[in-house]
Every structure is written in C-alpha cells, then in structure tokens.
C-alpha cells in the first residue's frame, strides 16, 4: 500500500534535548512537508522541500532543521531552541511538476511530541 | 498576504441535517486553488477536493457539495444529510502561484458533531 508513515506516534522529550520525528513516503512525490498543529489551530508549515537535496523555511522554522537526502525520506529535528515545542506534528507529500505543486498533499498519522 | 478564513469553531448537527461549512479566502493571485481537508479523531488529514481559480463550477459528491463563488471569495463545503461518520475536523486551504503552489495556507478549521 502506498502512503506516507511517521514513527513514533507518541514521544515524550525532557526540555533540552533534540528530538527527530521520522517521516517516509512510498508515493514517489518529490516534494514532501511539515506542519505543526496546535489544539485549535490549523496547521503551520514548518519546512517544505521540492526535491532531494532542497528545502525552504516555512512560517515557523526557528528551532526546526530537516534534511533530504533521499526522495523517500523528509525527517525533522526539534532542537532545544525551539521554545514551544510541545504539538502534533504532521508530515505530507505530493507530487509536482517542474518545480510547481498544486496538488492535494497526502498526510501521514502524525507524531504527538510532549516536552516534560 | 493569502489569508483563510473559516469562522465557525464548532458546529453540532443532529444525524440527517444538512449542514454548511463556510470558508472566506483572500489572495491577490490571479491563479490559486483551494482544498478541503477532513481530519477525523485519528488525526491523519484526508483530501476531499480541489478547485482552481478559473473553474466555478460547483461540484457534488455523494453526499458532499462545493459552492465556490469568486465575487464573494468563498468556498463553501455542504454536507447533506450528515451522518455521524461525518464528525471531525475540516480544514479549508489555499495554494498560490507566487509560491508555486508549495506554500498552503490552512484555516484554523471547524470541528463538526453530528450527534445519533
């Protein structure tokens, strides 16, 4: 079955430490996203990248860094500068043409990150 | 600035009401295209539709209709009939040329109860 996977569904993270939320897609898209939800609120991007080896900020990418090194795999790192980092976080896909995606993003399950 | 907004927080139906989900954009591209998302209790967001700018025609699903009226710069989702399967959160999102589509901009959503 094609989709997208996040592992793990639930992390706990003591203040401080750097987390990385695992995001991998099966749908061949190029290019793929992060969002932040917060109780109420819609999502946020993060960071997005078009293609393997790119990626640009979105709104809220203080204390966020992401890598993409293979077309399958977009994993974000929650570093300690990010003040708030407790959140639902969720990683999408889609396909693309010569650098222009209009198309619907498919969602994985999300990650539930709580700092104690 | 692209900007969506969806006002109504919560909405409670009773099962076999219709009820309207309201979405107001603001953009000042001339080519956009704008989604509806459904996010149940699980959390994974899941596509329903997507229109561009030039096409107005209002499109039916089953169960599900789209109103989507340029001089008002709205996009309206109606459910008929609901069903407590319809119960969830549901996103409305814009996607514009000036970013090449890659930055959507989700509405705070509304969460929809439709009670047995």
């Known amino acids: 079955d094609g989709g997208i996977t996040q592992s793990p569904k639930y992390l706990f993270r003591k203040e401080g430490q750097n987390v990385t939320l695992s995001c991998e897609q099966n749908?061949?898209?190029?290019?793929m996203y992060w969002y932040r939800q917060d109780p109420g609120q819609g999502l946020r991007l993060i960071y997005y990248?078009?293609?393997?080896?790119?990626?640009q900020k979105g709104d809220i990418a203080e204390g966020y860094s992401v890598s993409r090194e293979k077309k399958e795999s977009f994993p974000l790192t929650v570093t300690s500068a990010q003040k708030n980092p407790t959140a639902f976080y969720l990683c999408?896909?889609?396909?693309?043409?010569?650098?222009?995606?209009?198309?619907?993003?498919?969602f994985g399950p999300g990650t539930r990150l709580t700092v104690l | 600035a692209q900007k969506v907004t969806q006002a109504q927080t919560e909405i409670s139906v009773v099962e076999k009401e219709d009820v309207t989900l309201d979405c107001v954009y603001e953009t000042r591209d001339t080519t956009y295209y704008l989604f509806w998302y459904k996010q149940p209790p699980s959390g994974e967001l899941v596509f329903l539709i997507r229109r561009n700018s030039f096409d107005e025609q209002n499109e039916i699903s089953g169960r599900y209709s789209w109103n989507f009226q340029k001089s008002t710069s709205s996009f309206n989702f109606t459910i008929t009939a609901s069903q407590v399967v319809d119960s969830a959160v549901y996103f409305c999102?814009?996607?514009?040329?000036?970013?090449?589509?890659?930055?959507?901009?989700f509405g705070a959503g509304t969460r929809l109860f439709v009670k047995a």
């Open positions: 999102a814009l996607s514009g040329e000036n970013t090449g589509g890659f930055k959507t901009i």
């Open positions: 999408a896909s889609s396909s693309g043409l010569a650098g222009v995606s209009y198309n619907e993003q498919f």
């Open positions: 990248s078009q293609i393997v080896n790119d990626f």
């Open positions: 749908l061949n898209h190029d290019a």
